[in-house]
T-cell receptor
């Protein structure tokens, strides 16, 4: 049984560009959440998707958007990238109160 | 609002010694609580979780944690440290009710170093 898978694992973007990160949840999990983990900090909640709709959102600007597909996979989009967006982006899938994380996507903005 | 405080950003122990990582939470009602481990350049791995059943929770790799409502604590312990335990550990809280649509709030993390 595959766990939570994310792609790409590493990427470098230039300020002002846009990026899309992808996540496939663990089998049977219908809820996907995204977190940003800056260097030396704990993960911060960005938003959560359930039944293809954003159900809850953290303190992140509208530059951060997402989508969930009928097969429960999800995308995180960040527009107008800033240097401060450099971080590890983690996807978490959940069912009931069990939450599992993927390996993350390392984004570097130069 | 929920919050989590991990006391000690760095903990250093000798191999074979007791590991104790501290976590206190702030919540008006007992939440669900989690410990995750993060090895360098990797994602988060679930160690254990408390979901209002037994207050002493056993997890993977010999770790366990005890939920103490009176102290609002959920400290992580392991009787004997192994070199492979060196990693960063995060305590996290899920809002009361623990439904999957809640968001996890994480502590700042504790880096565990294990000396030979």
């Amino acid at each position: 049984d595959a766990g939570v898978t994310q792609s790409p694992t590493h990427l470098i973007k230039t300020r002002g560009q846009q990026v899309t990160l992808r996540c496939s949840p663990k089998s049977g999990h219908d809820t996907v959440s995204w977190y940003q983990q800056a260097l030396g900090q704990g993960p911060q909640f960005i938003f959560q998707y359930y039944e293809e709709e954003e159900r809850q959102r953290g303190n992140f600007p509208d530059r951060f958007s997402g989508h969930q597909f009928p097969n429960y996979s999800s995308e995180l989009n960040v527009n107008a990238l800033l240097l401060g967006d450099s971080a590890l982006y983690l996807c978490a899938s959940s069912f009931a109160n069990t939450i599992y994380f993927g390996e993350g996507s390392w984004l570097t903005v130069v | 609002a929920q919050s989590v405080t991990q006391l000690g950003s760095h903990v250093s122990v000798s191999e074979g010694a007791l590991v104790l990582l501290r976590c206190n939470y702030s919540s008006s009602v007992p939440p669900y609580l989690f410990w995750y481990v993060q090895y360098p350049n990797q994602g988060l791995q679930l160690l254990l979780k408390y979901t209002s059943a037994a207050t002493l929770v056993k997890g993977i790799n010999g770790f366990e944690a005890e939920f103490k409502k009176s102290e609002t604590s959920f400290h992580l312990t392991k009787p004997s440290a192994h070199m492979s335990d060196a990693a960063e550990y995060f305590c996290a809280v899920l809002p009361a009710g623990g439904t999957s649509y809640g968001k996890l709030t994480f502590g700042q993390g504790t880096i565990l170093t294990v000396h030979p």
